[in-house]
């Protein structure tokens, strides 16, 4: 019998690390930041200039993605696997004319984002 007795014990023992193990790792894994992508088709007659990501309902942009780069007419870009920490990001474009553009995606995904003469641009006090 004793030999029964020390097995649950231990067996006990190595469930209750178990639960604490997990329980210990959980806050880990919520703060782990989502690979995103997106693919911006430009299918507008206006280049884009540069791109910036925010999180959704801030004004605090992050750096321009395109660099020294633009998105000419016709063409696209895909800014891939950039950290996103909430559940969704805004990804806004200005365009040559300074104007905004911006759409909203999905942390932990993938998508396209068409850009076209008729997406609706912010240019401030137009």
């Not at 553009?101 to 850009?115: K, L």
């Given at each position: 019998m004793k030999s029964s007795h020390s097995s649950r014990t231990w067996r006990g023992l190595v469930?209750?690390?178990a639960a604490f193990v997990a329980a210990?790792?959980?806050p880990l894994?919520?703060?782990?930041?989502?690979?995103?992508?997106?693919?911006?088709?430009?299918?507008?007659?206006?280049?884009i200039s540069q791109v910036y990501?925010?999180?959704v309902g801030s004004s605090d942009?992050?750096?321009n993605q395109l660099g020294n780069s633009v998105i000419a007419a016709g063409q696209s870009l895909n800014l891939?696997?950039?950290?996103?920490?909430q559940q969704q990001i805004r990804v806004i474009a200005e365009d040559q004319d300074g104007c905004?553009?911006?759409?909203?995606?999905?942390?932990?995904?993938?998508?396209?984002?068409?850009?076209?003469n008729d997406t609706a641009r912010d240019c401030g006090s137009e």
């Open positions: 469930i209750v690390f210990a790792s959980a894994l919520s703060t782990a930041q989502p690979a995103t992508s997106v693919n911006i088709v430009n299918n507008s007659s206006r280049t990501l925010a999180a942009w992050s750096n891939n696997n950039f950290a996103c920490d905004f553009v911006s759409t909203t995606i999905s942390c932990g995904q993938s998508a396209t984002w068409t850009i076209t």
